[in-house]
């Protein structure tokens, strides 16, 4: 169980808020994203199912390049790069952030 008492005396004492903020944000990402891969995964299992049974068809080519429209941008820059940029902008505290968003992510 995560112990905060640890938290504050041990590594995240040294980051101060950004770390803070940094470690709420990755322990609340890995938690999302972890429940997003599950709710994916159920879709699938679903979609699959109805085409098995031949209530639906897919053209999983057509969904392979939404898929990769949505991940890449025409500048070749990724989703997650793009994320990345929007929670570390104008922060005086970045290094401190990024260290604790690692710290909260590995906790998550």
Do not use: C
């Amino acid at each position: 169980m995560l112990d905060p008492n640890h938290l504050m005396n041990g590594p995240l004492a040294a980051l101060g808020f950004g770390g803070l903020i940094g470690a709420a944000v990755g322990y609340t990402a890995k938690k999302t994203i972890k429940l997003a891969a599950i709710l994916v995964g159920l879709a699938f299992v679903l979609v699959q199912a109805l085409v098995y049974l031949g209530m639906l068809h897919v053209d999983w080519s057509h969904v392979e390049a939404a898929g990769h429209e949505i991940w890449v941008d025409p500048h070749g820059v990724t989703l997650a790069q793009r994320a990345w940029s929007v929670l570390t902008a104008n922060l005086p505290f970045g290094g401190g952030f990024a260290a604790g968003f690692a710290i909260g992510f590995k906790l998550g």
